[in-house]
């Protein structure tokens, strides 16, 4: 049984927001915070507190959305604590944060160390401690879910991230949450975590996101590109290049997870949050190269059919239109993305690839098949 | 006027008089002569859905001032959008300087207090001037191949023309909402060219064969090949949706089969056509086509 370490420091007092935003939190993300202090003050209020200070628990939270998460709602004042393994640190300093701000996170994020697939240390450690809200970002099957509601019967809300991933293929498209799922999907066991909370009672909320990008990825999206584009070679992209996907910035991703913390208008619905433009391949390639300062890039389509990679993937989007409309997020809660694409691919190689940092090294040998056959036919 | 559809607005065809029979009033006319051909008459609200350049509405925009009109509603294009990476247009996205509409939706934004351009796409409906769905239907009732160009995955918006004057009419409606806003007047949904003959197959309950081809290989301009972009050419209807409270409800799935019971009503299906165009690609293909 892994044990249980909490650390117990003084709830935070007052403060929600540092006045100075570094540009790692982007700039954008402090006009909104603003305003509440400055209501706050102009109502004469002493103290300036959260709304209402929750005890929140983030499943997982150390490897990509939960690094932004867990710091915007530390910095609003609530008690977090991140349940995971243990594997990765659970502060650590991001880039672009400073020395400051960092260690004012380190010392207020809490640990609750376990493996989320031990069902009965979940149950024990959670009703243990008790949680009012939970964020569940890492969670992959429903009965990952059951302990956790078992075991915090007041729970306030349930916050899921679910994923764009779940919807079937269309010809139709924009996805809209209304669409038809797939129950076949790669994704199935999000969808049966959706229907279970749909099942309990119990407040949830769930957030599907399409491909999310920004400093930090560790899914090679616009790393992808990058890696192509500094070793100054083509792009080679599956048949027309004209598929239509859609990113969506982390940072992004963070606020829509806060908008919707003890939002009534968030109460068991679902919501598509990414970009609100889309991109097709072509114009990825395009716009990472502007992001990186990169010259135009030479693009090479290629019919997938005609090369055996192996087990290899020798493209990270799916072969095909993949959007969705982010229309009801923004109607139902005034939420809008900050970072457009070029913005928002700059923000991520300022932070990430352009300071030499990645997390999967470039590996080419299915752009050479490509371009190998490329060239004969060519000659 | 004497041609389809023109003339099932006030000439008596097969009673339908749609227009009239509706409570409306036609006059027939020249739009530069508007002023004199409407002599008298005052209006609230003038819709313009007829010119595409500044020469053409000019003169209607001119006489609607000068005789005090409240509300100037234009009939723009999705088209005046540039072509882009990032999908969909949106309201606001750049346009094309010198096309005719935008010098329209110019002027008349200098001209009026209350004034909106509404930017449509492609349409389906009863009446409708243009060809649009009947170009898929026509192939596929006689079992010749769809021939779409480029990869068939490009993204259009084709809307049932209810959605086009439901939006127009919630901007006479709301004129204080819809003062000096440009809407995407489409649907809420894109489809792919290989997705529209589909579901026109499906509506006519006939299997399809999609061929597609290259324009510039074969010889032809695409343009006069088919009636649709070979591009993405794809908006939203997001301003309509934000500002005027607008919802869209075409359904390509139920609207096509409807179109495709007066596709056969009228008798088009057994209309003998000649298909010149799409033989000369097919030859150029080298794909046999039953006779």
Redesign the interface.
């Known amino acids: 049984m892994a044990s249980m370490v909490v650390v117990q420091h003084k709830q935070p007092s007052s403060t929600i927001l540092s006045s100075s935003l570094s540009d790692f939190n982007g700039a954008r993300l402090t006009a909104s915070v603003q305003y509440k202090r400055k209501v706050w003050q102009l109502k004469g209020a002493l103290r300036v507190t959260a709304s209402s200070s929750k005890k929140i628990l983030i499943m997982g939270g150390t490897r990509f959305i939960g690094l932004f998460l867990s710091r915007l709602l530390v910095k609003e004042g609530h008690q977090v604590t991140l349940f995971t393994r243990g594997k990765a640190p659970i502060a650590q300093q991001l880039p672009g944060e400073p020395d400051s701000e960092f260690s004012d996170f380190a010392s207020k994020i809490l640990h609750l160390k376990g493996d989320r697939k031990d069902f009965d240390f979940v149950k024990s450690s959670l009703s243990a401690e008790g949680f009012d809200v939970v964020y569940d970002i890492n969670g992959r099957e429903a009965d990952e879910v059951e302990p956790i509601l078992d075991a915090l019967p007041n729970l306030e809300q349930y916050i899921y991230c679910s994923s764009a991933g779940v919807y079937l293929k269309s010809?139709?498209?924009?996805h809209f949450e209304t669409d038809a799922v797939d129950p076949k999907s790669r994704h199935k066991g999000k969808l049966e975590t959706e229907s279970l909370l749909a099942s309990r009672d119990v407040n949830w909320t769930s957030i599907r996101p399409v491909y999310i990008y920004g400093p930090l990825n560790y899914n090679p999206v616009e790393e992808w590109f990058f890696h192509r584009l500094k070793a100054g070679r083509p792009i080679p992209i599956p048949?027309?290049g004209?598929?239509?996907t859609q990113l969506g910035h982390v940072k992004d991703l963070a606020t829509a997870f806060i908008k919707v913390l003890g939002n009534e208008k968030a109460s068991k619905e679902v919501f598509n949050i990414s970009g609100?433009?889309?991109?097709?391949f072509?114009?990825?390639a395009?716009?990472c190269a502007k992001a990186g300062g990169f010259p135009e890039p030479e693009i090479i389509h290629y019919n997938p059919k005609e090369f055996d990679f192996g087990k290899k993937k020798p493209f990270p989007f799916r072969d095909q239109?993949f959007f969705a409309?982010v229309?009801k997020a923004?109607?139902v809660l005034g939420l809008k993305p900050e970072f457009d694409?070029v913005e928002g691919l700059t923000d991520s190689y300022n932070l990430d690839f352009g300071r030499g940092t990645f997390r999967k090294e470039a590996d080419f040998s299915t752009d050479d098949i490509i371009l190998g056959k490329s060239l004969v036919l060519q000659s | 006027m004497k041609k389809p559809p023109f003339n099932r607005f006030s000439a008596k065809i097969r009673g339908l008089q749609e227009i009239v029979s509706g409570g409306g009033k036609t006059v027939w006319g020249e739009p530069a002569d508007i002023g004199k051909v409407l002599e008298g008459a005052t209006f609230d609200v003038v819709l313009d859905n007829n010119g595409k350049d500044l020469d053409t509405v000019r003169p209607v925009a001119d006489w609607a001032k000068s005789s005090g009109v409240k509300q100037f509603l234009f009939i723009s294009s999705a088209g005046i959008y540039k072509p882009?990476?990032?999908?969909?247009h949106?309201e606001g996205d750049t346009v094309k300087a010198d096309a005719g509409h935008v010098g329209v939706e110019k002027y008349i934004s200098e001209t009026f207090g209350n004034w909106a351009s509404f930017r449509p796409q492609y349409m389906i409906g009863s009446g409708n001037n243009k060809d649009c769905e009947e170009w898929f239907f026509d192939r596929i009732v006689r079992g010749r191949p769809v021939l779409i160009p480029?990869?068939g995955?490009?993204?259009t918006n084709i809307a049932h023309v209810r959605d086009l004057s439901s939006m127009l009419t919630l901007a006479v409606e709301k004129p204080e909402a819809a003062s000096g806003n440009i809407f995407n007047c489409v649907s809420?949904?894109?489809?792919?060219l290989?997705?529209m003959a589909?579901?026109c197959a499906q509506a006519a309950g006939l299997p399809v064969e999609i061929v597609h081809y290259n324009p510039k290989a074969v010889g032809i301009d695409a343009k006069k090949a088919f009636p649709f972009r070979n591009m993405?050419f794809y908006a939203e209807p997001?301003a309509a949706?934000?500002i005027l409270g607008w919802t869209g409800t075409t359904n390509?799935t139920v609207d096509l089969k409807e179109r495709f019971d007066e596709y056969v009503k009228i008798g088009r299906d057994k209309k003998e056509i000649k298909f010149e165009t799409d033989d000369k690609i097919l030859a150029a293909l080298k794909v046999p086509v039953a006779v």
């Open positions: 010809d139709y498209l924009p048949n027309s004209m598929q239509v609100e433009k889309y991109v097709t072509d114009g990825l395009k716009a239109h409309s229309e923004k109607s694409l | 882009t990476d990032e999908p969909p949106v480029g990869s995955m490009q993204l809420d949904r894109a489809v792919t290989d997705g589909k579901l993405h997001r949706k934000e390509l």
